[in-house]
């Protein structure tokens, strides 16, 4: 995990990161979510995730419209494959939920803890 050759990469992505991941992060940040530790732009192999949980093994994607159409399902299908040889799981939500229904997704993410208390977040 967190290849070497990825770190220019990763740091580049959470400088930049997307008006969504900026939102998402806020919710995600300094265990704010039932006490778990989110990392940003984390690596597994050749793919960097958008938010990594290591205690649970749950990454959290954010997608937008690149996430779109046939080829990107494909790459994302391919990527999940990967990431399941790993025991991680991986949970998706467009952009937009993150504005829309903050709640809903942080219920929803909250859910794939195990051995979870009921979802609350500040």
Avoid at 12 to 18: D, E, Q, V
Avoid at 99 to 121: G, T
Wanted: proline share 6%; hydrophobic share 35%.
């Amino acid at each position: 995990m967190n290849r070497k050759e990825l770190k220019p990469l990763r740091r580049k992505l959470r400088k930049n990161l997307t008006p969504a991941e900026a939102r998402l992060w806020t919710y995600l940040q300094g265990k704010k979510l039932a006490g778990r530790k989110f990392r940003r732009q984390h690596s597994v192999g050749p793919y960097i995730l958008d938010f990594f949980c290591a205690a649970e093994k749950l990454a959290v994607e954010l997608d937008g419209q690149a996430h779109d159409g046939p080829i990107a399902a494909k790459h994302d299908a391919e990527r999940t494959a990967y990431l399941a040889q790993y025991g991680i799981e991986v949970i998706r939500f467009e952009n937009k939920t993150v504005f829309e229904m903050p709640d809903a997704l942080l219920h929803r993410i909250q859910e794939r803890f195990k051995d979870s208390p009921k979802p609350s977040h500040d």
